[in-house]
Structures are given as structure tokens and as C-alpha cells.
């Protein structure tokens, strides 16, 4: 069942799309919801007991707080690359799709580190310390998963690639960016950064991705900043509990 304009407007008693900010649609035997992407002011949004299995339409709803998506039939967290643009989302249902399983823990993991910025998943709220062990232990999603190429562009192999030390901070960068919902930066943004055929020296490299994640904090808000925060100090704890354990093995040597 196509989820249509005159639907919409009759359970959100509303006079046009754009005025529409809640509606609860559950258990409507929904398959297809491209009507959202004429529906900008959404904010509150219940699309529980369905049949949907894509979340392509919704990812224009830049003004959507909180989504209900238990008990549809959405199988890939792929999906979920659909909402990363939602800067807004705070409350996600997504228990009961086939996505869920097999197992529990890691889902939930990659759900957040997919969309660090959400406060409740399937009920349960998101803690400092679960956002600091999904942004290291949760799966990197990709958007649209086929075969990988071979070469690059400009010629180089993909163990070239691999080991260009600019590839790498670009890489590193716009994988954060995307988590957090932020465009990719192009190459033009790491104008000091050598060339690909340049030496990959460790320190160097090191530098250079201290610049990148310098440059990305410009663009970040309050919201994202405390994600920063939140994994700084995780790393710090164990790079704080590394060194104990060294000094003490030293000591006892």
C-alpha cells in the first residue's frame, strides 16, 4: 500500500504537507513512503507494524526528532545511511526488523555509531560510555555495498592507495564526517598535505591527520563536539591504563 497525499492530510488533520510535523501510521500494510519527501517539517514520526523495507524517502526530513520503525521488514542496516543527513534525530524504534538479529549487542553497537547522535534507541537511552564502545567496536556501514575498484583515478593501485598518506587523512576524515552527518571534504581541503608518491613517514602521517580532525572540528556543534568529547576520553582511559600496566611490568622486571 502506497502511503498517499489525501491519507497523510486526513490522519495528521492537516490542509497541506508542509504543515504536517506528527503522524502516526501504524499498521498500515505500508510499502511505499515517497510521499515524505514532499512532507520537509516532519518531526515526530510513527511508521510501526508495516511492510517497509527502504528508508531512502525520509532522508530529506531534516527536521525529524524521533522515527518508529519497529516491526517492519527493513533487512540491511545499510538504511540507516538514509538518516545520517538528519541532523535532528534524537529517538529511533527499529527492534523487530529482520536488521536486528543474529546478534543483539553488535546491532546496536553499529546503530549507533551509524547515528551518534541519538539519545533513546529501541527504548533504551544511550549512555556516554555506549557511545564511546559503539564509536570503536560498532560496524562502518556503507552506503551502497559492490565490488571494489581496482585502481583509482589518477592511476595509482589500490596498495598504492592504501599507503597515500593523503587517501588516508581524507579517509579518516570524511568517515567521521559521515557519521556525523557532515559532507566529505574534497581534496582541495588538505592543500598541505605532500603528494601520494611522497615518503609515508610515521610522524608525518600522524601530523597530518592531527590537521584533519583539527579541520573538522570547525564545522561541528555542541551535539557533535560532546561525541568528540565522549571518545577522546574514552581513548585516554585506555591509553592511561596502558601505561600503568607498563610501569608496572617494568617495576616488577
Not at 94 to 102: D, G, K, M, Q, T
Not at 218 to 229: F, P, Y
Request: net charge negative; hydrophobic share 35%.
Amino acid at each position: 500500500m502506497k502511503l498517499t497525499r489525501k491519507l497523510v492530510l486526513a490522519r495528521a488533520k492537516a490542509s497541506d504537507l508542509e504543515s504536517v510535523k506528527k503522524l502516526n501510521c501504524w499498521g498500515c500494510n505500508l510499502t511505499d513512503i515517497s510521499i515524505f519527501t514532499e512532507i520537509p517539517n516532519i518531526e515526530v514520526l510513527t511508521l510501526s507494524a508495516n511492510q517497509i523495507v527502504s528508508l531512502e524517502h525520509l532522508s530529506s526530513c531534516q527536521h525529524l526528532c524521533e522515527l518508529y520503525l519497529r516491526r517492519n521488514s527493513i533487512s540491511s542496516l545499510c538504511e540507516l545511511q538514509h538518516l545520517k543527513p538528519l541532523r535532528r534525530l534524537r529517538v529511533l524504534w527499529l527492534a523487530e526488523n529482520p536488521c536486528c538479529c543474529p546478534d543483539p549487542q553488535q546491532y546496536r553497537l553499529t546503530v549507533i555509531r551509524s547515528l551518534p547522535g541519538l539519545h533513546k534507541l529501541d527504548n533504551q537511552v544511550v549512555t556516554e560510555e555506549e557511545l564511546a564502545q559503539a564509536l570503536q567496536e560498532g560496524e562502518e556501514l556503507v552506503s551502497s555495498p559492490g565490488p571494489t575498484p581496482t585502481s583509482s583515478t589518477n592511476g595509482l593501485t589500490e596498495a598504492d592507495s592504501e599507503n597515500d598518506p593523503l587517501d588516508y587523512s581524507m579517509e579518516e576524515t570524511n568517515m567521521i564526517r559521515a557519521q556525523l552527518g557532515l559532507k566529505p571534504l574534497s581534496r582541495d581541503k588538505f592543500p598541505s598535505l605532500p603528494s601520494p608518491r611522497e615518503a609515508g613517514d610515521v610522524h608525518k602521517k600522524k601530523s597530518h591527520t592531527l590537521e584533519a580532525v583539527l579541520l573538522l572540528l570547525k564545522d561541528l556543534d555542541v551535539d557533535e563536539l560532546r561525541i568528540v568529547q565522549s571518545a577522546t576520553e574514552s581513548k585516554l582511559r585506555s591509553w592511561r591504563r596502558l601505561r600503568e600496566q607498563q610501569n608496572t611490568a617494568d617495576v616488577c622486571s
